[in-house]
């Protein structure tokens, strides 16, 4: 029975550097994990032996090592995330009609992952593969106004981009179109990205609380009036909320 705790310490050691901006004292690491001291180092001192943490000595300070970014590139040859979400995508695609996608911000930008559609429909330029600029992108704005301000700031430290002449030009202005996707739960755009073509998003968080992926349909804006878009969201926040718990997250506890 002694193994299970010790096993959650371990990986609450590695959940906790990961989400570091670096590495950091054995003394803050048993602050933050409500560890004794002496039981700390000693976890410390195991870990290193296998390689998932490393000690700085010029810092005192320990980081995560070589055999946790070995498990972090598995992790990405496995491609889960793809795995749970593409059934989902599957079924919002049965449901309306619509292209449906996941993205991931990557930086300042969204990275399409996945893409299903509907037959003969339109092509887009938000293909798998693609990056675009995240303030643009229904994806992209779904995944930012989850993000603490001082992320957001560095993420866009001047002048934002256009593709099609509108949207947000200065952090200020995109700060306020955040709040209010985050008030009401999904982000849209409308011919940011490509003249004529809308999209609405929903953000799926990890275990922290933070965006970890979004879903989003895409379609003519001809289709689709403004006022049409509250009811095609619903099933998009439905089939985020299904990815999150796929992904065993947790939605954000400031709402």
Do not use: N
């Amino acid at each position: 029975m002694d193994q299970v705790p010790a096993a959650r310490r371990t990986l609450a050691v590695l959940r906790l550097l990961a989400a570091s901006a670096g590495p950091l004292p054995a003394s803050a690491i048993s602050r933050e994990l409500g560890l004794p001291r002496s039981s700390t180092y000693h976890l410390l001192a195991a870990m290193a032996e296998d390689g998932f943490v490393a000690y700085v000595p010029e810092e005192r300070r320990w980081g995560l090592g070589v055999a946790a970014f070995e498990v972090g590139s598995a992790y990405l040859r496995h491609g889960p995330l793809e795995r749970l979400a593409r059934p989902l995508l599957r079924r919002l695609v049965d449901r309306v009609g619509e292209i449906a996608q996941l993205g991931v911000l990557h930086g300042a930008e969204t990275l399409y992952l996945l893409k299903e559609q509907p037959p003969r429909h339109a092509t887009l330029v938000t293909d798998v593969g693609v990056r675009i600029p995240a303030q643009l992108t229904a994806s992209g704005r779904s995944m930012l106004a989850r993000l603490p301000p001082a992320q957001l700031r560095a993420l866009f430290p001047g002048p934002l981009v256009t593709r099609t002449g509108r949207g947000p030009a200065t952090l200020s202005a995109l700060r306020r179109e955040l709040a209010g996707d985050a008030a009401r739960g999904w982000s849209a755009e409308d011919g940011l990205v490509t003249e004529g073509f809308a999209s609405i998003a929903a953000c799926a968080f990890d275990h922290t609380g933070h965006p970890a992926a979004a879903i989003t349909v895409t379609f003519r804006r001809a289709d689709r009036p403004p006022d049409a878009w509250p009811a095609l969201a619903a099933p998009v926040r439905a089939a985020a909320a299904s990815l999150t718990t796929r992904l065993t997250g947790r939605p954000p506890t400031d709402r």
